[in-house]
Nanobody, 123 residues
C-alpha cells in the first residue's frame, strides 16, 4: 500500500521560509515522479513543483520559480519542498502526490496523494 505523508507546514511571516517534507512508503522514489500541489482558499488545486525520482529533473510553476526548490532523498524515500521568500498568496493547503516514473503537471495523472499540510503566510 502506497502512502504519502506531508509535514512541515505552519504559520510564517511574509519573506520567511518553510520546508515541507513528503515521506513516501510502499513505492520507491527511483520508480516514481512526485509533485507538490496546493489549494489556496476558495480556489482550485494547482501544480507547484515536480521531480523525477530517477533523474532528479525538476520543474516549477512560474509563480514559485526562483523561490521554491524541490529535492529528493532516495535513501529516505522523501521529497522536500524548500520555500523561501514566502508571500501571502502562497497561503494554501499543500499536497504531495506520486505517479510512476514520468513527471506531470496535471493532478489527474497522479495515483497517490497525501492528506495535505496547511501553510499560512501572514502579511
Amino acid at each position: 500500500q502506497v502512502q504519502l505523508v506531508e509535514s512541515g507546514g505552519g504559520l510564517v511571516q511574509a519573506g520567511g521560509s518553510l520546508t515541507l517534507s513528503c515521506a513516501v512508503s510502499g513505492r520507491t522514489l527511483w520508480s516514481s515522479a512526485v509533485g507538490w500541489f496546493r489549494r489556496p482558499p476558495g480556489k482550485e488545486r494547482e501544480f507547484v513543483a515536480g521531480i523525477v525520482g530517477s533523474t532528479g529533473h525538476t520543474n516549477y510553476v512560474d509563480s514559485v520559480s526562483g523561490r521554491f526548490t524541490i529535492s529528493r532523498d532516495l535513501h529516505k524515500n522523501t521529497v522536500l519542498l524548500q520555500m523561501n521568500s514566502l508571500k501571502p498568496e502562497d497561503t494554501a493547503v499543500y499536497y504531495c502526490a506520486a505517479r510512476p516514473f514520468i513527471a506531470s503537471m496535471s493532478e489527474g495523472d497522479y495515483d497517490y496523494w497525501g492528506q495535505g499540510t496547511q501553510v499560512t503566510v501572514s502579511s
